[in-house]
């Protein structure tokens, strides 16, 4: 079947759900000019001294503090990217109440700027920021200003709001995307390997139809789609 015919396929699925949840990963924000991390030209294929599971791990940030936010600042702080078409065909959708939910793995709120509501980023956000000393909260642009070593006031260090490696993810909303996936009779994934665990054995929730859009083939899924297209995450705005 070409692609054409499954996204004509796929619309007519997302016509029928009475509750279809997007489940997506960094290929979805890769058209936004934000690198992926295990294709070709992403973060793992760049040469630093660490690989990057390391520099971004919770122990990492305490006891190399400098050399975290170099990478941070340098890889994946990006102030002036912008939503793409798939930002904007999903809150398109969502708005039309077609997509109930947005799950995403990114940290960068794009799904947020383009105005999606209901979003649970079961990886954190890049957007903010607290102090690890006395839980001050900062906006991204504040961390910005503090760079290169963002410090809080008291002294403290400043930690972003996303989920390192050896850290728990974020229970609100793990509770909340777990509750969308159990209740959905669609859930349309892009834009991920679905190797990233434990976000993704959360699709094994779902009773419903699953379809996978991805510019490779999805090897390893924890879930057989019912549907699968091999293209760029920008065919989701054929849905609108």
Known sequence: MENASKIDRLKTLLECAEHAVFFGGAGVSVPSGIPDFRSPD?????????????????????????????????????????????????????????IKAVITQNIDGLHQVAGSRNVYELH?????????????????????????????????????????????????????????????????????????????GFLRLTRGRIAVLNKTETAGSPVEPFLSITGDVRLLAELV
């Open 42 to 98: 992403g973060l793992a294929g760049r040469k630093y001294k660490y690989p990057f599971e390391v520099i971004l791990s919770h122990d990492f940030f305490f006891e190399h503090t400098t050399e975290f936010w170099d990478y941070f600042f340098k890889e994946l702080d990006k102030p002036g990217v912008r939503p793409n078409a798939a930002h904007t065909a999903l809150a398109e959708l969502e708005k039309r109440g077609r």
């Open 124 to 200: 954190g956000t890049a957007s903010r920021g607290h102090c690890v000393r006395c839980g001050a909260e900062y906006s991204a642009e504040d961390i910005r200003a503090r760079a290169p070593f963002p410090k809080c006031d008291c002294g403290g260090l400043i930690k972003p709001d996303v989920v390192l490696y050896g850290e728990q993810l974020p229970a609100a909303a793990v509770e909340g995307a777990c509750a969308e996936l159990c209740a959905s009779d669609l859930v349309i994934v892009a834009g991920t390997s679905l190797s990233v665990y434990p976000a993704a």
